[in-house]
């Protein structure tokens, strides 16, 4: 199936620093999500992006759908300890699928 | 209302045995999906539906049926349980249409074949 590429494939910061994560694909993509997998839970939509250059925050997140369409940014500022835990970047590659492709995730740990 | 609540929340299987993990959604969604999760593999999805009584094969099907009688409930069944097998499941839905890809899912079942 498609691949997503996700990097890092796990951070480990101090609290209260900045975090960018990306995903890259060799095909374009029509739609982009991001994702939140807490500990023991299951995944959290944080963020879906429909249009290219589309730049969408969700209080200290935000994501960029990239103008290639086939990358997307995810940027965390002023990390705390709760933003630990996996992000997935998501999407549909562009064809008409309405099944989304998950990346293996980027692991982020916060120390405080 | 509950979401998406997944049943059991752990398992442990012997191999050959069989069993079936229960999905129901609350949220009038049309599509479903059933996905596993095995570390650093990200998430595999195993099959899927787009509606009551229609059923499709992921990336990952060998071993596993899935049923959909109601709109509400997604079954996904293992007939004879292999080690391979062992992972954390995770069931989703999403509406149809232009939010389609929005997924919400469930908590997960953990489930361990010996």
């Known amino acids: 199936g498609q691949q997503l590429n996700q990097s890092p494939q796990s951070m480990f910061i101090q609290e209260g620093e900045d975090v960018s994560m990306n995903c890259t694909s060799s095909s374009i993509f029509n739609t982009w999500l991001w994702y939140k997998q807490d500990p023991g839970e299951g995944p959290v939509l944080l963020i879906a992006?429909?249009?290219?250059?589309e730049l969408t925050s969700n209080g200290r997140l935000t994501a960029q759908f990239g103008i290639t369409r086939k990358d997307s940014f995810l940027n965390i500022s002023a990390s705390i300890p709760s933003d630990v835990g996996i992000y997935f970047c998501?999407?549909?590659?562009?064809?008409?699928?309405?099944?989304?492709?998950f990346g293996r995730g980027t692991s982020l740990i916060v120390h405080p | 209302n509950a979401g998406v609540t997944q049943t059991p929340k752990f398992r442990v299987l012997k191999t050959g045995q069989s069993m079936t993990l229960l999905c129901a959604q609350d949220m009038n969604h049309e599509y479903m999906y059933w996905y596993r999760q095995d570390p650093g593999m990200g998430l595999r999805l195993i099959h899927y539906s787009v509606g009551e009584g229609t059923t499709a094969k992921g990336e990952v099907p060998d071993g596993y049926n899935v049923s959909r009688l109601k709109k509400q409930n997604f079954l996904l069944g293992l007939e004879s349980a292999a080690p391979s097998q062992t992972s954390v499941y995770f069931c989703a839905s999403s509406y149809s249409g232009t939010s389609t890809y929005e997924q919400y899912f469930g908590p997960g079942t953990r489930l361990t074949v010996t």
């Open positions: 992006l429909y249009k290219a250059g």
């Open positions: 998501a999407g549909p590659p562009s064809g008409g699928s309405y099944i989304p492709t």
